[in-house]
């Protein structure tokens, strides 16, 4: 059974710094990566997909690593600012079609001001 | 947000009663997901669908059941609701294909059993 883990459970960081999140996933036979925000009392807003053939993504501040080797993805965000504020959680999906997700617990992230 | 409504928003109900919560999307994607989400746990898959009255179970699916009758709607029922179904449930549609399929969800329900 696939699980994911998402280390550190909540981070409390200055405004301009940059920081990595960290995910990790037991099987490596992944079909694609997703790393997704939400904000509280809200819904999940997708970030960045990695498919399993490549080693990153990029959108404007963010960027995504995956090495599936060792199981593991990167979250990079680039000169934090407080609007980054929000938990941000990974998801990998086994199969394509209609498999569905599996998800870590999340990244809760707070930029201070 | 790919087209994805949820309802009701909010929901008060109490053990015992049943309760149907509806997906709406309007872009005709054919596969449709339902998550819970609950502290502690985080999201995890309920039922799924890959088309017209076709379903299958997911991670939690104890005590649920769903239907399709339409492209566009995707219910899930809680036959008779208990405290531990107290949660947020989402929906999910699958969009693209060739490794790039990427899921987007839908508002949320809040769902409290009393």
């Known amino acids: 059974k696939q699980e994911v883990t998402q280390i550190p459970a909540a981070l409390s960081v200055p405004e301009g710094e940059n920081l990595v999140l960290n995910c990790s996933f037991t099987?490596?036979?992944?079909?694609?990566l997703q790393w997704f925000r939400q904000d509280p009392g809200k819904g999940l807003t997708s970030l960045l997909l990695i498919q399993s053939s490549q080693r990153e993504q990029t959108s404007g501040r963010l960027n995504a690593s995956l090495d599936k080797s060792s199981g593991r993805s990167t979250l990079y965000i680039a000169a934090s600012q407080p609007g980054d504020s929000a938990t941000y959680l990974c998801?990998?999906?086994?199969?394509?079609?209609?498999?569905?997700?599996?998800f870590g617990k999340g990244t809760h992230l707070i930029i201070q001001p | 947000d790919a087209g994805i409504t949820q309802s009701p928003r909010h929901k008060v109900t109490e053990t015992g009663t049943p309760v149907t919560l509806r997906c709406h999307q309007t872009?005709?994607?054919?596969?449709m997901y339902w998550y819970r989400q609950d502290p502690g746990h985080g999201l995890r898959l309920i039922h799924y669908s890959y088309g017209v009255k076709d379903t299958d179970k997911g991670e939690v699916s104890d005590g649920y059941s769903v239907s399709r009758s339409k492209t566009e709607d995707f219910l899930l029922t809680l036959e008779s609701a208990t405290s531990s179904q107290t949660s947020v449930y989402f929906c999910a549609i699958s969009a693209g294909q060739g490794g790039r399929d990427t899921q987007y969800f839908g508002p949320g329900t809040r769902l409290t059993v009393l």
């Open positions: 099987d490596s036979a992944i079909y694609n």
């Open positions: 998801a990998v999906r086994v199969g394509g079609g209609a498999d569905g997700l599996t």
């Open positions: 872009e005709n994607h054919r596969y």
